[in-house]
């Protein structure tokens, strides 16, 4: 699949007023979801985290959790997702641990703990520099490269 990201960013522009993800009774639109991976990442640059670095997504909200995930794929840093219960993971060391505000998990002693809090997933859009730029091409949609799944030979799309 390539430019899937681009797919997001695009609704976010012509229906923001569409849903985006549903969960239990609560509903977030492409607009609000936009908005709020823009803001998360702006803050992620601030924190001045290595682009090749591994960083700890450790949030409870499942919504929250996906939309921070959705901003370190926005800037470019790979995320791995940490069970609330998990307290540790053997040799492994996170660029920093982003997290709930009240809980600091017990991990490496190397790794740098961020408590996110309510203000990173605000409504209004924050400004800052420093973020790569949006999807390619305005008319892209979206990309998707099938293969084999044995071989991994592109399928033809006619």
């Given at each position: 699949m390539l430019h899937w990201f681009d797919h997001i960013?695009?609704?976010t522009r012509t229906q923001p007023e569409k849903p985006a993800i549903v969960l239990e009774d609560r509903v977030v639109t492409y607009g609000m979801l936009g908005i709020a991976i823009e803001n998360c990442a702006h803050r992620i640059v601030a924190l001045?985290?290595?682009?090749d670095?591994?960083?700890a997504v450790r949030i409870?909200?499942?919504?929250r959790h996906i939309t921070l995930c959705l901003a370190l794929y926005r800037?470019?840093?790979r995320s791995m997702s940490l069970e609330h219960a998990q307290t540790g993971i053997a040799d492994l060391t996170f660029g920093a641990v982003l997290g709930d505000g009240e809980e600091r998990p017990v991990l490496n002693p190397l790794?740098?703990?961020v408590a996110?809090?309510?203000?990173w997933f605000g409504t209004e859009s924050i400004s800052g520099d420093g973020l790569p730029a949006g999807f390619s091409n305005h008319r892209e949609i979206c990309h998707y490269a099938l293969t084999s799944g044995a071989t991994g030979t592109r399928k033809s799309f006619g």
């Open positions: 960013l695009l609704q001045g985290i290595a682009k670095a591994l960083v409870q909200n499942p919504i800037i470019g840093i790794n740098r703990f996110v809090t309510d203000d």
